[in-house]
């Protein structure tokens, strides 16, 4: 079982910058691959980015390639995603999954998700 708590979403301005974080419960987070996904109101929930287990490779969607950076930190058993040049269309509620398998793109394959957290893009 792994539990996943995402924090550090909020309000900014287009152009700006935010950084989630989530926390993973388990001695066994470097064996996940994260995923990063986002869902807008009416909308299906979306692939972001995604990061494998040692931190060495992630993938990401056009829609936020060259401006939002995965990373992670097992030490600390946490996921990060840097997010810059931020877009009205980047509004969402941003969720963080792990998975055993890197590069996964669709929801489903994922095993665990965390509760999600709030990101408004507006001036």
């Known amino acids: 079982q792994v539990q996943l708590v995402e924090s550090g979403g909020g309000l900014v301005q287009p152009g700006g910058s935010l950084r989630l974080s989530c926390a993973a419960s388990?001695?066994?987070?470097?064996?996940?691959?994260m995923g990063w996904f986002r869902q807008a109101p009416g909308k299906e929930r979306e692939f972001v980015g995604c990061?494998?287990?040692?931190?060495?490779?992630?993938s990401y969607a056009d829609s936020v390639k060259g401006r939002f950076t995965i990373y992670r930190d097992n030490a600390k058993n946490t996921v990060y995603l840097q997010m810059n040049s931020l877009k009205p269309e980047d509004t969402a509620v941003y969720y963080c999954a792990a998975d055993s398998r890197y590069d996964n793109r669709q929801p489903r394959e994922y095993d665990y998700w965390g509760q999600g957290t709030q990101v408004t893009v507006s001036s």
């Open positions: 388990g001695r066994t987070f470097s064996s996940y691959a």
């Open positions: 990061i494998d287990g040692s931190g060495g490779l992630t």
